[in-house]
Every structure is written in C-alpha cells, then in structure tokens.
C-alpha cells in the first residue's frame, strides 16, 4: 500500500500539471501522512539539511562556468578549432559538432547549454553547405547530452549526493562510456553523410591549424585544469568547479577580451536563476527521498524482484528499459532524484558497483533527453535552429539509437567501465 501512495501521489500531481519540485513535496507529505507522523517542520528541516551540503556548491559554479564560456567566446573558438582539423573530411561539419561537443562537455557539463552553443554556431553553417538540416539538429541534440556524462557533470553530483557515492569516482567512470557515445555518433553521422551531396570545406593548411590551436589553447587547457586537478587530488569536485568558474571568466574578460564587465550581471543572473531550479528540486527532492527510505519502499520494491538479484546484468537491463520509460516523461535531475533513493538499496543487495551503476544510470537520464514528448534537448535545438520540433525528432533518431546501443552493450560488458575506472583509479 506504502508504494500505491508513493505513486499515486507523485504521478497524480505531476499528471495535473503540478511543477516536478512541490509534486515532491507533496508525495514527502503523503508519505507522511499515510505514515501517521505528519509534521510541517520534517518537511522545512530536510529541505534545508538536503540543500546544505558543501559538495551541490559545485552545481551554480559549473553552470556560471558554461554560461562565461558562451559569453567570453570560448565556445567559439573551440567550433573553429575542431573546423580547422576535421573539417574538410566528408561530412566535416557534424564531426565537427561531435569533437566540439566531447570538448564543451570536459568544461561546463550542461547539456542544454552546450546544445544551444553548438546548434547556433554549427546550424547555420551545415544549412548553407546543404546538409539535410533537420538531420544535423538531431546530431546537435546528441552532441549535447553527452555533457552530462563525460566529467565535469553536474548529474554526477546530483546522483552521488543522493546515492552516497564518490563524486570523483564517477567523473573518472564517466570518462570512457562518454567517448563511446560520441564514437557512435561518429559512426552513424559517417555512414548517413555518404548519401548527402554536400559543400566539403578546402582542407587547411598547417599554420591554420597552429593559428586556430593557438586561438583555442586557453580554452582547450581548461579541461586539463579541471580533470587533471580532480584526478591527482589537487582539488575536489566542488573545488574544481571554483576554478573552472574563474579561469573561464579570466580567459573571457583578459585573454579574449570579450567578455565585458557590463555583460557580467546577465551572465550571473542566468547562472542564478538556473541553480535555483536545481537546489529547489534537490532539496524537494531530498524530502521524499528520506521519507522513501523510512516507508521502506526499496525493501517493497525489492522483494518483487527478489529472483532477479541474483542475476545482476538482467536486473540491470530491466533497470535501464524501466528508467528509459521514465525519461521519456521526466527531465535528467528530477529522474535522478526520484529513482535513486528506491534503486541504490536494490543495486548494493545485487553486488553491482554503485560507481558503474551511476555512469549507466546517468547516461541513460541523458539518453531520456532526446526522447519525446519531453526532450528537453530537443526543444533547446528546435528553438536556436528554429526547425519544427517534429523535424528535430525525425532527425535525432540514428543517433538515439546508437547511443542507446551503446549504454546497453555496457550493461553486457560491464568491463568496458570497470577496468578503465580502476586503471584510472
């Protein structure tokens, strides 16, 4: 009975149109009430205990760190980087996109973000080239998730905050299964471009190259500060957010010089105004989470499917088909939130690594992003390249389902995380 109030509660809300944050909010209250120890003050202390964690200070720092490098002109010439190199290969725009994504996600971490950077830059360009435009905004979209799971990633933080896990151990972990992805969307964007008959860009000579590698070597030198920090022990997470926040804005306002001190408030007010989101769904989050582990749901949950326990890599299967039903209707953050207090007791009593579960899960919530009728992501390229969303999801599909391949040959082989993370380790 304890899971049919849990459900009905937060389905119920959300069905109605209530926000995701005060849905859970409410389910905490339900939860309670059915419990017999209803109290407003449980509610206002675990919001406040749940936002006061020094490891979410990490959250505002990379999204101001994403929003300095859109504005300081560090995406830019990141994309005209990536141009001089590749660009002259058949269909050199979209690897483009994909090499200009994979070094976007090493820095800020925030999908939509990164989307938006690329698909303005980038969309554009392939439309004058004739590629098939509906086509390069699906691969923008599948560019752009891809931040979440290569380090520095905002999901990491939110799901090892609510799972107990180590931070670093999954920005390490994330490493790897995040340039699968993005070797698969290589892969399918190659063998799709031979049937377009598009402009390839003149091959550059090499003081191009050096000239467009110097333009871009302070931005291509901070993810060797973040990730190079992080996995030496230099600083932590939270830390490397800072420094990341920081060197953005000095490269933006001193070395490029673009970034002016009048463009300072937008840049920290869009910044704020996006933490406030999250911490407010963390924290909302963080009510129903204890009250779901009070209830003792996951032991419910778990004692259904007590026969798969046994067999860990088909427990994880069901998990991954169950969490990408939900991401078709649920955004990255509030997934995280809501799954991973009743999934982690289940992941431990089956002897997964709660590490290799959290990259899996993680890029299964980023896969969520491309799947209507939500898709944040998509809606985020719809409106920059202002394309039909209905176009956009025509377009996206290779590429899901490449990527979906890929999370799911990790579940088969779950080497493909666990050596690399334990070489890096």
């Known amino acids: 009975m304890t899971i049919v109030v849990f459900l009905v509660s937060l389905l119920g809300s959300m069905a109605i149109g209530v926000p995701v944050a005060f849905a859970l909010i409410f389910c905490g209250i339900a939860l309670m009430t059915y419990g017999g120890i209803f109290d407003t003050q449980i509610v206002s202390?675990?919001?406040?205990?749940?936002?006061?964690?020094?490891?979410?200070?990490a959250i505002p720092f990379f999204l101001l760190a994403g929003e300095?490098?859109?504005?300081?002109?560090?995406?830019?010439?990141?994309?005209?980087?990536?141009?001089?190199?590749?660009?002259?290969?058949?269909?050199?725009?979209?690897?483009?996109?994909i090499v200009a994504a994979v070094i976007m996600a090493s820095i800020s971490g925030s999908a939509a973000a990164d989307t938006a950077a690329l698909a303005s830059i980038l969309i554009p360009m392939m439309r004058d080239a004739g590629y098939n435009v509906p086509r390069a905004a699906g691969l923008m979209a599948a560019g752009g998730v891809i931040a979440p799971v290569i380090p520095p990633s905002i999901a990491y933080i939110i799901f090892g905050v609510a799972a107990n896990v180590s931070i670093t151990q999954l920005f390490i972990g994330g490493i790897v299964p995040g340039l699968m992805m993005a070797m698969s969307l290589v892969l399918t964007w190659l063998?799709?471009?031979?049937?377009?008959?598009?402009?390839?860009?003149?091959?550059?000579?090499?003081?191009?190259?050096l000239k467009a590698t110097g333009r871009a070597g302070w931005a291509?030198?901070?993810?060797?500060?973040?990730?190079?920090?992080?996995?030496?022990?230099?600083?932590?997470?939270?830390?490397?957010?800072?420094?990341?926040?920081?060197?953005?804005?000095?490269?933006?306002?001193?070395?490029?010089?673009?970034?002016?001190?009048?463009?300072?408030?937008?840049v920290f007010l869009t910044a704020a105004k996006t933490t406030s989101v999250v911490m407010f769904l963390v924290a909302a989050a963080l009510v129903s989470a204890w009250l779901i582990t009070s209830a003792n749901i996951p032991a419910?949950?778990?004692?259904?499917?007590?026969?798969?326990?046994?067999r860990p890599k088909l427990l994880l299967a069901v998990i991954m088909v169950l969490v990408l039903v939900v991401g078709t209707a649920l955004d990255l953050a509030p997934t995280i939130l809501i799954l991973t207090?009743?999934?982690?007791?289940?992941?431990?009593?089956?002897?997964i690594d709660p590490v290799y579960f959290g990259v899996l899960f993680v890029m299964n919530n980023c896969i969520g992003l491309l799947t209507p009728p939500v898709g944040i992501v998509l809606n985020v390229v719809s409106g920059?390249?202002?394309?039909?969303?209905?176009?956009?999801?025509?377009?996206?599909?290779?590429?899901?389902?490449?990527?979906?391949?890929?999370?799911f040959l990790l579940v088969m082989f779950p080497e493909l995380v666990l050596v690399p993370l334990a070489w890096l380790r």
């Open 300 to 310: 419910e949950i778990g004692g259904m499917i007590q026969p798969l326990v046994d």
């Open 45 to 57: 202390q675990r919001m406040i205990s749940g936002a006061d964690t020094f490891t979410l200070l």
């Open 220 to 266: 291509l030198f901070m993810p060797v500060i973040v990730l190079g920090g992080i996995r030496f022990g230099i600083f932590t997470p939270t830390e490397a957010a800072v420094v990341a926040a920081v060197y953005a804005l000095f490269v933006g306002m001193f070395i490029y010089r673009e970034l002016k001190f009048r463009d300072l408030y937008g």
């Open 341 to 351: 207090p009743v999934l982690m007791p289940i992941i431990r009593q089956a002897g």
């Open 384 to 407: 920059v390249a202002r394309i039909p969303l209905g176009q956009v999801i025509v377009g996206v599909w290779p590429f899901l389902l490449a990527q979906t391949v890929v999370m």
């Open 191 to 209: 063998f799709l471009a031979k049937k377009e008959s598009v402009a390839v860009l003149p091959r550059q000579p090499m003081a191009v190259k």
């Open 68 to 97: 300095i490098m859109n504005a300081g002109g560090l995406s830019r010439r990141i994309v005209e980087f990536a141009i001089a190199c590749v660009g002259h290969i058949r269909g050199g725009l979209g690897i483009v996109a």
